[in-house]
């Protein structure tokens, strides 16, 4: 089974930016496809930026032109780096790693802590 730690989240101003960080284990990293995601309060579980195996992103068009999704498969990390945020990216994100179709329809059993971002005004 996947164990997921992310990391990097904060506090930032509105305009500011983050980079988290996704460390995955137990599994073979680089064959698969991995996805960002977050939940802001009272709100469902959207995906906000995946990549494939071949390093091929994707984005969420709230997203698009502020946050980059990266890989580092020696790592076995995930990284998205977030540019430009606004109050509504405030949210914790978690990070996941699978089939392309289990990333586009969050079909995980299991996921990490998350971490929160928090962007003021």
């Known amino acids: 089974q996947v164990q997921l730690v992310e990391s990097g989240g904060g506090l930032v101003q509105a305009g500011g930016s983050l980079r988290l960080s996704c460390a995955a284990s137990?599994?073979?990293?680089?064959?698969?496809?991995v996805g960002w995601y977050r939940q802001g309060p009272g709100k469902q579980r959207e995906l906000v930026a995946r990549m494939d195996s071949g390093g091929n992103p994707n984005y969420a068009d709230s997203v698009k032109g502020r946050f980059t999704i990266s890989r580092d498969n020696a790592k076995n990390t995930v990284y998205l780096q977030m540019n430009s945020l606004k109050p509504e990216d405030t949210a914790v994100y978690y990070c996941?790693?699978?089939?392309?179709?289990?990333?586009?329809?969050?079909?995980?059993?299991?996921w990490g802590q998350g971490t929160q971002v928090t962007v003021s005004s």
């Open positions: 996941n790693v699978g089939s392309p179709l289990q990333v586009v329809a969050r079909a995980f059993s299991s």
């Open positions: 137990g599994s073979v990293f680089s064959s698969r496809a």
